[in-house]
C-alpha cells in the first residue's frame, strides 16, 4: 500500500483498483464503435455480421412447448415453483448426467453438477473460491472472460507492452504449433482450457488432452475445462467431455452451456460439474473438496435458474429436443464448412469450423487483425472479430462465426468470391 | 502467510481460505435439518411453514400473458432474441424509472438502472468492487449474505465467541432502541443497511434515514440499501427510495427486487441502481466514478437476465400488473396483521408487519430463539426462524412470516390461540 493510501486510510471509500488495471474498451464495444462510424457514414451499406458468436435461430419447438407448459404451472397455486435449489432443480440435473454423461461412460452424481444462467458466469466465478496466490495459465489467443476476472480478483500483475499481464502463463496456440499448446515450463496452479476453442475452433485429441491431465495430477494444478461448444464436435476423436480422460475426476472442473447446444444465448442456462475427488489445499497442505466451495459460493451468492428456464433445458433432452437442436446445429456446421471452403478457395489459410462454429483464419500478407476488420467491413461490409482481441498470439488472425442465417453467410461468400462492388 | 505455505508455496492449488472462515450450517440448513428430523419421528403431524421468507401466491395474470407472448417470440426467427445487454434491456429499464422512481420526483438515467437475476445476488457482488480495505458497518440481526460475502471476500477478521466477526461494525437494532440503529462510533465505508428490514420487519423514517445519508457524505462512505421489501410499505413517513433523502445520489447504491414485489422468487428477476455521482477513491485519493466499476462488473461476469423473465417483469408495470400485485401484497399483509395481532393478544412484544411481511417477536420468558424455535415445532407444528440465525443481537427474538396461504396462515393462528393439541 502506498503512502498516499495509509494518510488517507480508513476514511473514504475504497475502490478495487484491480480494475482500474483494466484497458478501457472491451473488444466488442470496439467492434461496436467501429461498425457504427461505418454506418453512419455508409448509411445504406447492408452489413453482414459474423463477428459476436450469438446464435440466430429460434428456439428448438420442444423447449418452446415446455416453457409454455411451465409458464402455465406458474399460474397456479397448486402448481406454482418460489426458491428452487440454488443448485439447480434435480429433474434437469438428473437429464444431464444421463444423456451427457452416462451416455459416455462417465458417472456424476446429482451433487456434482450445479446448474447455472451461463459459462461465462461460472467461468469468471469460479477463481473466487480459490487463493490469490495461484498462478494461472491460459491459452493465448483466448476467451477475455478467463483473464479480466482475474486481473478483477488481483491475481495478475501488470500488463507489459506486449499486451501480457505480468503474473500470467500464456500458452501460445497458432498455425506453428498446430495450435496444440506446449505444457507450462514453470509450475501453474489454475489451467484454463477451452476445448473445442473459442476463438480457433480447434480441439485437442484425447493423447493431448492426457498430457494435461497428467501434469494437473502430478503439479496438484486444476484444470478449468471449459467447452461449451461440445455440441459442435463432429470428429471421433475428439473428447466430449475431459473426464473422457483417466484421472481427470481428480483435476478438471467441467463448464457446459445450453447457450451454443441450444440457441440459449437469450434464455440463460448452463452447468458446472465439479466431482468430489477435485482436491485444492490450504497453505498448511491441508486437502479441500472443490465441490463443497463452490457449493458453497453458489449457495450464498446465487438464487438459481428461473423454474421456467430450467424446465427449457430439461426439453433439450426430450426425443425432439435432441432432433431439433441436432438439425440446429448441423444448420451452422453447414454455413461453417461453405464459409471455410470459401477461405480456403481464396487462398487463405482457414482453421476450425469441422469440431466448431468458428473459422479462424490467417490474414493475408502479414496484415494486422485491425486492418483486416477495417478492410473486411469497408469493402465487403463484413464484420467479424480481430483475433489480436483474444490475446497477443491472436495477432494476424480474425475470427468468423458460422451463427449467421444461411442467407447471410451465402451472401457473405458470395461478396468474398465477387469483384468488389459498392452496392452491398 | 504461515510457513507452511512458504514450503508448499506454488506447486499446489491453494483454496481460498477464507471461505473455511464459514460456520458450516446455514441458518436454512439447520432449520431444514431440525424439520426434517421432526417429522420423521412424527410422520402424520401437518407442519405449518412461516419460516422461510418464500412467496406462495402464484404469478399475476399479465406476467403470464407476457411470458406466453415472449415465449413466442423465441420460436420465430424475425422475433427470436440471443444476447441482449447485460445491464438489461431499455423496454424494462424504461418502465422501472418512470414507475418506481419518476413517480415519487426522482430522475434516474437508463445508464443508472442495471437489471439481474437477483438482490442475494447484487447485495453479494457488490462488495467486489470496492477494495479489502474498507470497514463495512452492518445492522444487527442482519440478512447473512452480506457478512458471508465480505468474509468470502477476505474483508473480515475471524469470529468470536460472541458470534461477532472482528473487522465488522455491527449497529445493534433491538426493542430497546426501537430498532433505530445509531451511528457508528468509529469510520466505516461500505455500510449495509436493508429496509423495510429482513428479519425485523421495521422501518426507518426520512429523518433518521437522512442521519445515514449525513454520515457517508461527511465520512465519504457509501450506503448499499437494499429495499427489497420496498412494495409492502403502508406508512406515509416511510421512504420508499433512498434517493428520496438529500444528498444520497452521491453516496447510495439501491437494490430492488421483483422477488417479493410480484412473487418472482422462482422466476428471478431484480434490480441495483447506482447514480453517476456516486463515488470511490483510489488508494492515492483520486475519485473514480462506481458506476463505471459495476458496469465493468457485470458486462465481464453476467450476461444479462433472460429475455422471456424481462419481459414478464415489464408486465408489472402495465395497468393490470399493477393491480394485480397490489392485491397480492394487499394478501399477504393481512396475514401479517392477523398473526402480529394473534401475538399480542397472547402477550407477546410482536414488531414488524405493517410495512413489511415480516413479524418479529420478543420470546417469552427470555427463551433463546433456538428453543422457541423448537417449541413452536414440537408443539404447534409451526416453523419459524429463530432470530439469533441474524446475528447476536437477534437472540430472544423470532421470525414470522406472512407469505404462506391464508388457510395456513388462519390455521397456524387457531393453533397458537387453542390449548395445546397432538393432532395437527
Not at 186 to 208: A, D, F, H, R, W
Not at 221 to 237: G, H, M, V
Not at 347 to 373: E, Q, R, V
Request: charged share 25%; glycine share 10%; aromatic share 12%.
Amino acid at each position: 500500500m502506498s503512502d498516499a493510501y495509509n494518510g488517507f486510510g480508513g476514511i473514504m471509500t475504497i475502490v478495487n483498483e484491480n480494475y482500474l488495471k483494466l484497458p478501457g474498451s472491451y473488444l466488442f464495444s470496439e467492434i461496436g464503435k467501429r461498425v457504427h462510424k461505418f454506418t453512419e457514414e455508409n448509411p445504406d451499406a447492408k452489413i453482414i455480421r459474423l463477428g459476436i458468436g450469438d446464435v440466430t435461430r429460434p428456439l428448438a419447438p420442444a423447449v418452446i412447448e415446455a416453457m409454455h407448459k411451465a409458464v402455465d404451472e406458474m399460474a397456479d397455486e397448486k402448481t406454482f415453483r418460489g426458491y428452487g435449489p440454488e443448485q439447480g432443480y434435480s429433474f434437469l440435473i438428473e437429464k444431464i448426467i444421463r444423456f451427457d454423461y452416462e451416455s459416455r461412460g462417465i458417472n456424476l452424481g446429482v451433487d456434482e453438477v450445479f446448474v447455472s444462467d451461463g459459462s461465462k458466469i461460472d467461468t469468471g466465478n469460479i477463481q473466487e473460491i480459490f487463493g490469490l496466490e495461484n498462478k494461472i495459465a491460459v491459452t493465448d489467443p483466448v476467451y477475455p472472460v478467463y483473464i479480466d476476472t482475474n486481473v478483477m480478483a488481483g491475481r495478475t500483475g501488470t500488463m507489459g507492452m506486449d499486451g501480457k499481464w505480468s503474473d500470467i502463463t500464456y500458452l501460445p496456440c497458432t498455425a506453428e504449433n498446430g495450435f496444440v499448446p506446449v505444457l507450462p515450463e514453470g509450475k501453474v496452479q489454475m489451467i484454463y482450457l477451452c476445448l473445442p476453442n473459442n476463438p480457433t475452433g480447434t480441439t485437442l485429441s484425447k493423447t493431448e488432452l492426457k498430457k494435461w491431465v497428467d501434469y494437473a495430477k502430478t503439479n496438484k494444478a486444476i484444470i478449468l475445462f471449459d467447452s461449451a461448444y461440445e455440441a459442435y464436435i463432429q470428429e471421433d476423436d475428439v473428447p466430449h467431455s475431459i473426464y473422457e480422460i483417466e484421472g481427470a475426476r481428480e483435476v478438471a472442473i467441467e463448464f457446459r452451456s445450453f447457450s451454443k447446444t441450444a440457441g440459449f444465448t437469450g434464455t440463460r442456462c448452463a452447468y458446472t460439474v465439479i466431482p468430489k475427488e477435485v482436491t485444492g489445499y490450504t497453505s498448511a497442505g491441508d486437502s479441500v473438496e472443490v465441490n463443497k466451495l463452490w457449493n458453497r459460493r453458489q449457495t450464498t451468492k446465487f438464487n438459481g435458474v428461473p423454474y421456467i428456464i430450467q424446465r427449457a433445458a430439461e426439453a433439450v433432452y426430450s426425443e425432439a429436443g435432441q432432433a431439433q437442436i441436432k438439425e440446429q446445429i448441423n444448420y451452422y456446421m453447414k454455413n461453417a464448412k461453405a464459409i471455410k471452403e470459401c477461405l480456403e478457395g481464396l487462398g487463405y489459410k482457414a482453421f476450425g469450423g469441422i469440431n466448431a462454429p468458428y473459422i479462424w483464419l490467417k490474414t493475408p500478407d502479414g496484415m494486422d487483425s485491425w486492418s483486416f476488420f477495417d478492410k473486411l467491413l469497408s469493402e465487403y461490409h463484413i464484420v467479424g472479430t480481430p483475433g489480436v482481441g483474444f490475446g497477443p498470439n491472436g495477432e494476424g488472425y480474425f475470427r468468423l462465426t458460422a451463427f449467421a442465417s444461411k442467407d447471410s453467410t451465402d451472401e457473405a461468400i458470395k461478396r468474398l468470391t465477387s469483384p468488389i462492388s459498392t452496392s452491398y
